[in-house]
């Protein structure tokens, strides 16, 4: 856990021996369960370091999550980014969502393995969710790593954030098109490109990015539209 260790000091985060040993507890238990469930392709110990954990810590130096209280991960997966981050910021909550109950079963279990009490792994679709008086621009950052082109997930996530939140979608280096297409999208929304986070850390080589994307205004309550629309049809 050297990598992750350096760069949670390079990032300001506290790495103490107890925090190291959830974190390694936690990448044993993904790749123990992973042996029969698909959760991730990176089977790698070090790779999982990086491309997990030090990526989904990228959030941790923006001002917007830096402030939040509540966060809500979307298409979670096995935690990313969400979980990380929950570990590191034990006095915010998270919210983990994904649409495959299978893998937020096993999400809650080993959160529950962890013992980590600002973290709950909730099963359903972000389109379903972000309708509901409980979810609706109750958060003050929205994160998503891997789920979907930023226009359809602008739909999935903006939804959630109360105004002057944020949401931050976990990008690689080509982003100039994506950003782009997703202008109409972001506008009809409630939001508004804001800047980028990007990794910068000695000795680690990846080309990821997360966008900021500032909520300037209420979501109109039509969006996001049913189940499986904003991704057939995005708003172009
Ligand atoms: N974010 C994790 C990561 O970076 O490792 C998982 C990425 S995985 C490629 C995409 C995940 O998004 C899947 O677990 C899928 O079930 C979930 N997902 C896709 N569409 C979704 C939706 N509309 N609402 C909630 N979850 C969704």
Redesign the pocket.
Known sequence: MEVLRQAMVAMGIEDSRERIDIFSSYRDLVLEWNEKVNL?AIRDPEEFEVK?FVDSLLASSYPGFQKAEKVID?????G??GLPLAICFPEKQFVL????NK?IRILNEIIQNLGIGNAVGIH????DLAAQELYREKFDVCL?????DLSVLAE?CLPFVRVSGYFGA?KSEDVEDELLGSKKALKTLGGRFHSSTKMSLEGVHMNHQILWVEKIAHTPAKYPRK?GIPSKEPIK
């Open positions: 991730t997990h979307i298409g979670t997966g096995a990313f980014p969502v994904d649409s495959l893998r359903g679709r972000a389109e998503s790593r891997a789920v979907a999935y976990y189940a």
